[in-house]
């Protein structure tokens, strides 16, 4: 079974990514419909570092989410698994994924990562490191090209949350 991983923030960052993966990694510009129920949103949280970072959350007024597809073996899973400190890996179903570069078949499994409860935005103190994080992001999102990173930032929620804190 072939895995593959839908990164919407610093996973779309080919650099960031592909440390990580201690390899260069392909990745497929995709699309996550509306119907998956969730949004893209500053709703991440680690009080033991000050950061603030991007996630995804259940929604009812669901949005669409763009974003990248990379393919992983299981022991890059586990590298995975140790960086999204506080994010659960979920399955995405593929009736959700809208990618042209791949067919999507029931031997294909999508993986994606939302951000436990524990690590949700309660209270959080002002870091300028902070600004950091969204570089990466805008870095890795604009080289997929002005309308990619345009889509970006139209599908991303809470920026208020974020600008508050930086």
Not at 45 to 51: A, F, G, L, S
Not at 89 to 114: A, D, G, Q
Not at 135 to 144: A, H, L, P, R, V
Request: aromatic content about 16%; glycine content about 4%.
């Amino acid at each position: 079974m072939k895995k593959y991983i839908f990164g919407y923030g610093s996973l779309v960052n080919n650099r960031s990514r592909n440390t990580t993966l201690k390899r260069n990694s392909e990745s497929i510009i995709t699309t996550i419909h509306k119907d998956f129920g969730y949004i893209r949103k500053w709703n991440y949280y680690d009080k033991n570092i000050n950061k603030i970072a991007l996630g995804l959350e259940k929604n009812i007024n669901s949005d669409y989410i763009n974003g990248i597809l990379f393919n992983v073996e299981e022991s890059e899973l586990i590298e995975l698994d140790q960086r999204e400190i506080g994010y659960e890996r979920i399955i995405i179903p593929n009736k959700f994924v809208n990618c042209n570069e791949i067919i999507l078949s029931e031997e294909i499994i999508i993986y994606t990562y939302i951000p436990t409860e524990k690590f949700k935005i309660k209270e959080i103190n002002k870091n300028k490191d902070n600004k950091k994080y969204l570089n990466i992001c805008c870095d890795g999102f604009i080289k997929y090209g002005e309308s990619f990173f345009k889509q970006f930032y139209q599908y991303t929620y809470d920026w208020d949350i974020y600008y508050k804190h930086i």
